[in-house]
């Protein structure tokens, strides 16, 4: 089977971060917590900072909305929100671990579809379409113009997730849309932005809190490893290093060299609440 390798990587890594915040702070959220009113950036507060960007989230779903699709429904602990409110819900996402979770936690309440967004034909219309962080995880070209197919007129998606800032060079940090880019489609599809609202500040620091666990936690357990496979298999240390040289100094680099913060963030990326309404 082919199996995109960016695709799987990032699963990877999505996966991986399920079982640690599960495993290390009790809670199934995946975004980035909402920084703000003094809360103290510590890693144990980040389920506090999660619960703070659902509530600002689902805050800005416009009134009157009863039926949602959640594009890249995680764990699904924010479609579960959604199905406490009384809203009817659909979640889509590829099928990986997280999608087990998602369909373990909704049970019968929500249908869990299995499917890449771009991949997955309407059958009904919604009166949202969410994407909690997951937006820039659907190809550009397809996102929103497939989103609004899910919609009648009127209709509403809703975004919460970062997006690449104009005019940088290549980020340290991966990932996101240009938003200018963003901006021209969907204006040439007609759809228009109701609420357009930047959470860079409140977002950024999620990154110092990576940077803080990579410094103290992960760079110091590498070394470790790498002591001691040096101590145990020299040899073998050794080739596998030099015949791996580049890939190994540029994985070092992104993850250990303290690139990856707050300020670098905010410098490359805008992490923005967008809301649009389907035009006639
Ligand atoms: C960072 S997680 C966000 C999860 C959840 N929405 C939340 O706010 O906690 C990104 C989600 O997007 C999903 N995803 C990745 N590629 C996708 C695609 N092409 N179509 C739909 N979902 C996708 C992942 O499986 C994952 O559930």
Known sequence: MYVQKDFRSRD?????????????????????????????LKFQNL???QEKYTE?????IPAGVKSVLDVGCGAGVTAEKLLERGC???????????LDCARQRLGDRAKVHAARFQDFEPTRKFDLVLFSESFQYVPFEQ??????????????????????IQGKKKSPIGGGHKLHEFMKQAAKLN???VTDIDITAQTAPNLDLVDDFLTRVGKPGYEMLMEHAMATYPKLTRVVRWWNKEKIEKVEHKYFSGIRNAQTF??????????LRKGA
């Not at 971060?17 to 975004?31: F, I, S, V």
């Open 47 to 49: 389920p506090a900072a």
């Open 12 to 40: 990877i890594g999505l996966e991986t971060g399920l079982l640690l915040a599960r495993y290390l702070l009790d809670t199934e959220n995946l975004h980035y917590g909402y920084w703000a009113n003094g809360l103290e």
């Open 56 to 60: 600002f989230l689902l805050s800005h």
């Open 266 to 275: 905010s410098e490359y990326k805008t992490y923005r609440l967008l809301l």
């Open 143 to 164: 996102a929103l113009p497939h989103a609004l197919r899910f919609l009648q007129d009127g209709g509403h998606v809703l975004i919460c997730d970062f997006f690449k």
């Open 191 to 193: 759809a228009a932005i």
């Open 88 to 98: 009817e819900v659909e979640c889509v996402a590829p099928q990986t671990a997280l």
